[in-house]
């Protein structure tokens, strides 16, 4: 199946601990995202990278780093985690290098901090 | 404020009618704006771009239109179908800076 995958589906951890999300996509596509979804279901644009190179960094805190191995994977890694970090992350990919293309979404990570 | 908000927040139709949801917007100019369709426990999936020129698109039961007199889009939801519970999410594209900005979405929800 060509799609955008991300593992795990669901992550259940307590306050402080580190974890990491991982996200492939075999569309051949040049640029992965990383999104958060909220409780109240907004959408926010974390990062971007192109080609492995990072893009776009909105304002989030530095204990999220985003890492890309090769343009067809890219993780986010998040250290020391916060009651206020439990959300959906979504990852997406795009063919081009512009946001405005249209993405492609993953299933999303269900991330509950206790 | 949101500079995209949606409304209604939530929506309850029965199956085989019409429906209609609003996105008014303040970001200007925008290069283009788009519709998603977000399934419960699934990522968002595009329905529906249109550069602020066009007034409006349709992607088979669904028909988006822009108004950029009054700032609104709307999707408009034909012979709705149980399939249609979804999310919708207008999402606006603004040239300058490159960024997206989400509307929080209309829950809609098709009962046989």
């Known amino acids: 199946d060509t799609a955008v995958s991300q593992t795990p589906k669901y992550l259940v951890t307590q306050m402080g601990n580190d974890k990491s999300i991982k996200c492939e996509q075999n569309?051949?596509?040049?640029?992965m995202y990383w999104y958060k979804q909220d409780s109240k279901k907004f959408l926010k644009i974390m990062f971007s990278?192109?080609?492995?190179?990072?893009?776009i960094n909105e304002t989030v805190p530095n204990r999220f780093s985003p890492k890309s191995p090769d343009k067809a994977h890219l993780n986010l890694h998040i250290n020391s985690l916060e009651l206020g970090d439990s959300a959906v992350y979504f990852c997406?990919?795009?063919?081009?290098?512009?946001?405005?293309?249209?993405?492609?979404f993953g299933p999303g990570t269900r991330l509950l901090v206790l | 404020k949101n500079q995209v908000e949606q409304s209604p927040q939530s929506l309850i139709i029965l199956e085989g009618k019409n429906c209609t949801l609003q996105c008014n917007y303040t970001v200007s100019p925008f290069s283009n704006l788009r519709w998603y369709k977000q399934d419960t426990g699934r990522g968002p999936v595009s329905l529906t771009i249109?550069?602020?020129?066009?007034n409006t698109k349709s992607n088979g039961r669904y028909t988006a239109t822009l108004d950029a007199d009054t700032k609104q889009s709307s999707l408009h939801i034909t012979a709705s179908q149980l399939s249609d519970s979804a999310s919708y999410i207008c999402v606006l594209h603004k040239a300058a800076g490159n960024k997206l900005t989400f509307g929080g979405g209309t829950r809609v929800l098709v009962k046989p």
């Open positions: 569309l051949g596509h040049d640029t």
């Open positions: 997406a990919s795009s063919q081009g290098g512009t946001i405005q293309e249209t993405q492609y």
């Open positions: 990278y192109n080609n492995k190179e990072l893009i």
């Open positions: 249109m550069t602020f020129s066009e």
